[in-house]
């Protein structure tokens, strides 16, 4: 599975700093990705969604710690050239690898 595109969103509300979008093979998109600040430096939240009961369940995620590590890092790695850059496009065209392409 090779990453072919990756967009960051700057968002920048509190621990939450910008929103990702990943493609996977040029045939497989995930959208809606969270970059947050923690503790311990920048994480990815996978998208997910609030059940009934108030608690929150992955729509998306991956199976294993080395495919969570390949998705995290780039997307962090995309993260830090926007933000060294000082995010000069609007949030709106996205930022990253790729980003000129469209959905």
Known sequence: MKITEVKV?????GKLKAYATMVFDECFIVRDM??????KGL????P???KKDGSFK?????LNA??????EDRIIEEYNKAAE???EKTASEGFGAEADKED
């Open 9 to 13: 969103y700057p968002a920048n509300e």
């Open 34 to 39: 969270k970059i947050i600040q923690s503790d």
């Open 43 to 46: 994480f990815v939240s996978m």
């Open 48 to 50: 997910s969604r609030r």
């Open 58 to 62: 992955d729509i998306v995620h991956p």
């Open 66 to 71: 080395d495919t969570r590590k390949m998705i």
């Open 85 to 87: 850059g000082g995010f």
